[in-house]
């Protein structure tokens, strides 16, 4: 069963920085690429980072470039993400997951953990 687990948010003020955590189970965590998504209040859940599983290949949507770095450790089926100089319209809940979370073995989120970015 896949697990997922997010941790490392928090209140932050404007420029600051935070570190995300996703611990992953229950899969073959090297066979698949790996996403962080975040859902602000009232909106729909966008992507924001992928981190290919080979050759260190990695996606920003174009509000998070130069700000945000995904990286992951497949000998510790973790998956990261370092935040920088944050602005309040970061704030949201942030989740990890698969590139395709539809796709089995996915299907579900996890709990994720909130970002706030005060001004």
Same mark, same amino acid.
Request: glycine content about 12%; aromatic content about 12%; charged content about 20%.
């Given at each position: 069963?896949?697990?997922? @687990?997010?941790? %490392?948010? %928090?209140?932050? +003020? /404007?420029?600051?920085?935070? &570190?995300?955590?996703?611990?992953?189970?229950? /899969?073959?965590?090297?066979?698949?690429?790996?996403?962080?998504? &975040?859902?602000?209040? %009232?909106?729909?859940?966008?992507?924001? *980072?992928? *981190?290919?599983?080979?050759? %260190?290949?990695?996606?920003? @949507? =174009?509000? @998070?470039?130069?700000?945000?770095?995904?990286?992951? =450790?497949?000998?510790?089926?973790?998956?990261?993400? +370092?935040?920088?100089?944050?602005?309040?319209?970061?704030?949201?809940?942030?989740?990890?997951?698969?590139?395709?979370?539809?796709?089995?073995?996915?299907?579900?989120?996890?709990?994720?953990? +909130?970002?706030?970015?005060?001004?």
């Amino acid at each position: 069963q896949v697990q997922l @687990v997010e941790s %490392g948010g %928090g209140l932050v +003020q /404007f420029g600051g920085s935070l &570190r995300l955590s996703c611990a992953a189970s229950g /899969f073959t965590f090297g066979r698949y690429a790996m996403s962080w998504y &975040r859902q602000a209040p %009232g909106k729909e859940r966008e992507l924001v *980072a992928t *981190a290919a599983n080979i050759g %260190g290949v990695t996606y920003y @949507v =174009d509000s @998070v470039k130069g700000r945000f770095t995904i990286s992951r =450790d497949n000998a510790k089926n973790t998956v990261y993400l +370092q935040m920088n100089n944050l602005k309040p319209e970061d704030t949201a809940v942030y989740y990890c997951n698969s590139r395709d979370p539809r796709k089995a073995p996915f299907g579900s989120w996890g709990q994720g953990t +909130q970002v706030t970015v005060s001004s």
